[in-house]
């Protein structure tokens, strides 16, 4: 069975700092790679995916995640946050290439400070 | 343009009392997934409808029942409501294939008093 492992639940950090956020999972197989967010009262948008290739992928809002096979992370960075970053974030994983469903980290609650 | 549309955002009903959660999508995607998220969880899968397939998660409760008549439309019933069903319900479809993220709805808030 595939889990998911984000190792940080709350992050608080003031605009213009760095970001980066864990995610480990495990599965012996291929797997599919994805992060979350969701704003205040909204649903959940993709902000990057990853899936073959160039292990380093751009997402939206200037975000970017690197797959590192032998550690089994996927790790959000940016590089400069801004308020409007405030969100839950979720990293998930499925395999395959058919129908299968998400299995989700437990989010990363980040706050970004004026 | 909302694209997976859940109906109601807000649902209250009683214990015991069979309840049934809407989802509908534009996207003609094959594929719609059902999810439980309760307070400070991950979202957890509990089914989904590859077309007219349809795949249960084996930890999921027999409470939990769904329907999808068409392509646009799958339901979520829950037969008798436990208080341990109130949770966020979040519905998402997908293509079939590796590179096919999976679309949210909003979700529907479901409350048991």
């Known amino acids: 069975a595939q889990s998911v492992s984000q190792h940080n639940h709350h992050v608080i950090l003031s605009e213009a700092a760095s970001l980066e956020l864990g995610c480990n999972y495990s599965y012996g197989g291929t797997v599919n790679l994805f992060w979350y967010v969701q704003y205040p009262g909204q649903h959940l948008q993709l902000l990057l995916k990853?899936?073959?290739?160039?292990?380093l992928v751009k997402g939206i809002k200037g975000f970017e995640a690197e797959f590192i096979k032998s550690k089994f992370s996927f790790n959000l960075r940016k590089p400069s946050v801004q308020w409007s970053d405030t969100a839950e974030y979720f990293c998930?994983?499925?395999?395959?290439?058919?129908?299968?469903?998400?299995?989700f980290g437990k989010g990363t609650h980040l706050i970004i400070q004026p | 343009d909302a694209m997976v549309i859940q109906n109601p955002r807000y649902q209250v009903t009683q214990f015991g009392k069979p309840v049934t959660l809407s989802c509908s999508q534009t996207l003609n995607h094959n594929v719609m997934y059902w999810y439980q998220q309760k307070s400070s969880q991950a979202p957890k899968l509990l089914f989904h409808?590859?077309?007219?397939?349809?795949?249960n998660e084996a930890d999921t409760p027999d409470n939990f029942q769904s329907r999808r008549p068409n392509t646009s439309f799958c339901f979520l019933d829950i037969r008798s409501p436990g208080l341990g069903d109130a949770a966020m319900y979040l519905c998402?479809?997908?293509?079939?294939?590796?590179?096919?993220?999976?679309?949210f709805g909003d979700g529907t808030r479901l409350s048991i008093l």
């Open positions: 990853y899936f073959s290739g160039d292990p």
């Open positions: 409808y590859y077309d007219k397939d349809f795949n």
């Open positions: 998930a994983v499925n395999s395959g290439g058919g129908a299968d469903g998400l299995t």
């Open positions: 998402a479809t997908s293509r079939v294939g590796r590179n096919q993220p999976q679309h």
